[in-house]
C-alpha cells in the first residue's frame, strides 16, 4: 500500500475537527471539503452563495498549492449546498475557476454545513 502523508495547509483555514486538510497517497491528493472560511480571520464570509463559493475556491487553490497542485491538477468535485436555488450563483464561480477540461463533478443538497455555511466543495487531484 503506497504511503499517505498529510498536507498542511497553513493558507487555508485551520480544520474544525480531528481530519487533515488533504492526505495525498501515491499520485492522488484527496482534499477535505472547504467552506468559507476566512483563514486570515478564521470566521466564516458573509453574503451571497457566489461570495462564499469564491472563498471556498480560494481555500481549496491554497490546500492545492501545499501539495505542489493547481486547479487543473483537479480530476473530480463533490459540491455540497444547504439550497439548490444557490446552483446558479456557485456554477458561475465555479466555471471561472475550472477550465476544460472540466473535473467531474456531483452536486448534492444538504440539510447544513458546519458554521451554517451555504457551500461546501471537496476535490480529488492527480499528480501530473
Do not use: H, W
Amino acid at each position: 500500500m503506497p504511503q499517505k502523508e498529510a498536507i498542511v495547509a497553513e493558507k487555508a483555514p485551520a480544520a474544525l475537527g480531528p481530519y487533515s486538510a488533504a492526505i495525498s497517497v501515491g499520485p492522488f491528493v484527496y482534499c477535505s471539503g472547504q467552506t468559507p472560511i476566512d483563514p486570515a480571520t478564521g470566521e466564516l464570509v458573509e453574503g451571497c452563495a457566489a461570495c462564499q463559493t469564491t472563498q471556498v475556491l480560494k481555500n481549496i487553490q491554497a490546500v492545492l498549492e501545499a501539495a505542489g497542485l493547481t486547479l487543473s491538477d483537479v480530476v473530480k468535485t463533490t459540491v455540497f449546498l444547504t439550497d439548490m436555488a444557490n446552483f446558479q450563483k456557485m456554477n458561475g464561480v465555479y466555471g471561472e475557476y475550472f477550465a476544460e477540461p472540466f473535473p467531474a463533478r456531483s452536486t448534492v443538497a444538504v440539510a447544513g454545513l458546519p458554521k451554517d455555511a451555504l457551500v461546501e466543495i471537496e476535490v480529488v487531484a492527480v499528480r501530473p
